[in-house]
């Protein structure tokens, strides 16, 4: 065989290519970032943010500072200090909340344990990605006021996954106290 | 160099006592750790005599960050999203791979969904990783940019699959201890074998623009050989080691997860040369293939986590365990001791990529330095998980 055949063929498929993206419009994967933006999966995830529920975002939230997710941080980038009273919860309980609560997002690695330990449902992971700060070091760190998004939009970022969390949550609620409820009390 | 520069070189005198030639003397040259072929922070200290390689020795630990340490003084599974972080490019393996050392450990048993989920998605992180490494490869060979752009648009559509079932593309953090976290989100298994129908499209064009090349022939062929007897007694593992002709893929030795259940072959390399090396990728990617769409098709339905594992002050009982898998670069071991407690007494990984360097000075004596980056390529190392 003719010596170069090999890179003349080579050079047809990068020929091949190069026409062909213009016509293929399903061959160009690229996305010009700032002007258009991909719609996320609705598993992605970044960082995590608090869940509150009602339109209260000090009064509704669903921590209860049980500091299980501080514990089992890999990277240990969760700050909490529990509270010294008790506040009724969303569902009129007396609970504990936390007087703070911090997440370093600069230490975060983004790997959801704190989401799966928490059995509260209090803890979700954020799709936002345009994150970049002037600052190193408060700017990174969210406080609890930065952390407090409510449920409904917890609901527009993850709506399979907020439903079935909804239904948990509602049906552990019915289980728990179905006496106290105005409503009529569900059997079972 | 023009001749006026060339008159005034020759024309400085060399001071009295010293030779007036480097004859027989070894110039020292530190290849790396900032440069672009080493694949991360590596460096390779070469003494060269001409162009030639007379002696090498691999400095790394550039990007060493406890990584066992820190496996030793967090959870068990406060160490699977670490485990990522080891080869950034198969992180999907590598949660397999801990994952299988605790299950070993704890003895839990994990569904068969599961299994077949873990199956899918190893083989398919095979395929990210010996796609980009074609890539690389070829990028380190002078063939800047299109074979590599060629191989990332494959990767990012296998990357975009990880990324609506883990939520991430590159930290996947998926299987846990008994199990995978989440199922399959609707309308994955469609897109999933549509990437993988796609694929031969991607390897024949990638076959044409490489295998005929001369300069690939002229650059790969009898560089860097290897012999199976040296491969095997330096623990050599992987692509790397088939490639000189040992039949050694942990996926029939082991037969771990549900690997016997499929039929695939085993392709096996003759010369052990940088050439065979990379060939060895593409006709695994073949393989890997077949086995996607077996797995694909015989997927069961049910649970994909055991119930009986706890996530929360998980606690496997004392002794020991080593669990291993084939991972893209070859057999990824983690042996974990226990004493009873939340965080493994010991905590050790088997890193392919540190085991396969080793013999990098045997290969590339006698090569140019040139060659170097080449045999170094068709290694396939990760800094992340040599250094750890």
Redesign the interface.
């Known amino acids: 065989m003719m010596?170069?055949?090999?890179?003349l063929?080579?050079m047809?498929?990068?020929g091949r290519?190069f026409i062909g993206s213009y016509f293929e419009k399903d061959r160009l994967?690229t996305v010009q970032y700032p002007e258009e933006r991909d719609v996320?999966?609705?598993?992605?995830?970044n960082f995590p943010f608090l869940v509150y529920d009602t339109n209260d975002p000090e009064a509704g939230l669903r921590c209860v500072a049980c500091k299980?997710c501080e514990k089992?941080?890999?990277p240990q980038c969760i700050y909490i200090e529990k509270s010294a009273d008790k506040k009724p919860d969303y569902m009129g309980k007396p609970q504990f909340y936390p007087a703070t609560f911090d997440i370093d997002i600069s230490v975060c690695?983004?790997?959801?344990?704190c989401v799966?330990?928490c059995?509260f449902e209090a803890i979700k992971?954020d799709k936002v990605y345009e994150l970049s700060r002037r600052e190193r070091f408060d700017a990174l760190l969210m406080r609890r006021t930065d952390l407090a998004k409510s449920n409904s939009y917890y609901h527009s970022i993850h709506p399979?996954e907020a439903e079935q969390v909804d239904a948990t949550l509602a049906a552990a609620a019915a289980k728990k106290k179905p006496a106290p409820t105005p409503a009529p009390p569900a059997s079972g | 160099m023009s001749l006026s520069t060339r008159a005034q070189h020759s024309a400085v005198e060399a001071p009295p006592g010293m030779p007036s030639r480097l004859d027989g003397e070894l110039l020292e040259v530190s290849m790396g750790p900032q440069h672009p072929s080493t694949h991360g922070v590596f460096r390779m200290n070469v003494a060269l005599e001409g162009e030639v390689v007379r002696r090498l020795k691999p400095v790394f630990g550039y990007l060493h960050r406890n990584h066992e340490k820190i496996g030793e003084n967090t959870s068990y599974l406060g160490s699977m999203p670490y485990t990522d972080r080891l080869d950034y490019i198969c992180s999907m393996s590598n949660n397999w791979g801990y994952a299988l050392s605790v299950e070993k450990l704890a003895g839990i048993e994990v569904p068969e969904r599961a299994e077949y989920l873990r199956v899918i998605l190893a083989e398919l992180t095979r395929l990210v990783n010996h796609a980009s490494l074609l890539g690389f490869l070829l990028s380190d060979m002078g063939a800047w940019g299109t074979p590599l752009m060629y191989a990332f648009r494959e990767r990012e559509n296998i990357l975009d699959l990880f990324e609506s079932l883990s939520g991430s593309r590159m930290m996947c953090d998926y299987m846990r201890f008994g199990g995978c976290r989440c199922d399959l989100p609707p309308g994955w298994m469609e897109r999933a074998r549509k990437v993988v129908d796609g694929f031969p499209h991607f390897l024949d064009e990638f076959e044409q623009l490489i295998t005929g090349n001369e300069i690939l022939i002229a650059r790969t062929q009898e560089v860097g050989k290897l012999s199976a007897e040296l491969a095997i007694s330096a623990g050599i593992t992987g692509p790397g080691l088939r490639a000189s002709g040992v039949n050694y893929d942990l996926r029939k030795v082991d037969g771990y997860g549900f690997y016997p259940r499929f039929k695939f072959r085993v392709p096996l390399g003759e010369h052990g040369d940088c050439y065979d090396r990379l060939m060895m990728r593409v006709l695994e990617l073949r393989e890997t293939l077949g086995i996607l769409r077996q797995a694909m098709d015989d997927l069961p339905a049910g649970p994909i986590m055991n119930p009986k594992v706890k996530i929360r002050a998980f606690k496997p009982p004392v002794g020991e365990a080593y669990g291993r898998i084939e991972a893209p670069k070859g057999e990824l071991g983690f042996y974990l001791i226990s004493d009873g407690s939340g965080n493994p007494y010991r905590y050790r990984v088997r890193p392919p990529s540190l085991i396969n360097l080793t013999v990098l000075e045997d290969m590339c004596l006698g090569h140019t330095v040139a060659d170097v980056m080449v045999i170094l390529g068709s290694i396939d190392i990760v800094m992340g998980e040599v250094d750890r």
Do not use: D, W, Y
């Not at chain 1, 690695?109 to 344990?113: E, R």
């Open positions: 010596i170069g055949a090999g890179i063929k080579g047809a498929v990068t290519n994967t996320l999966p609705e598993n992605s995830r299980i089992e941080c890999p690695m983004s790997c959801q344990i799966e330990v059995p992971m399979l």
